[in-house]
């Protein structure tokens, strides 16, 4: 299974961005999908989640300005980050749990990072 994530890049504060990550591989099933972040000196943190149902998750940090979807058909998550902060700028991750036989255990999928850079 591999996560292939894109989208990042630098933008200004007060910009947008839209961060895709697409599933690709021996997938049977996908549960929660979603984005972490790690900024420079730090952990890694969750920033959004949402599962097959489309229950969604925030960290108390982005509510409103971020939005995380999915489509299930194309195993594909996205995060729509609008007015962004000098402190957002971090390597976002993606994340997958996937199951790649009806009987087997989820296992954790992480995609390889991509860079957003928040500065004027």
């Known amino acids: 299974v591999q996560l292939q994530a894109s989208g990042g890049g630098l933008v200004q504060p007060g910009g947008s961005l839209r961060l895709s990550c697409a599933a690709s591989?021996?997938?049977?099933?996908?549960?929660?999908m979603g984005w972490f972040r790690q900024a420079p000196g730090k952990q890694r943190e969750l920033v959004a989640a949402?599962?097959?149902?489309?229950?969604?998750n925030y960290a108390d940090s982005v509510k409103g300005r971020f939005t995380v979807s999915r489509d299930n058909a194309k195993n594909t998550v996205y995060l729509q980050i609008n007015s962004l902060k000098p402190e957002d700028t971090a390597v976002y991750y993606c994340?997958?749990?996937?199951?790649?036989?009806?009987?087997?255990?989820?296992?954790?999928?992480w995609g390889k990072g991509t860079l957003v850079t928040v500065s004027s």
């Open positions: 994340h997958a749990a996937v199951r790649t036989t009806g009987w087997g255990n989820w296992g954790d999928y």
């Open positions: 591989g021996s997938i049977f099933s996908i549960g929660a």
């Open positions: 949402v599962t097959s149902g489309g229950t969604t």
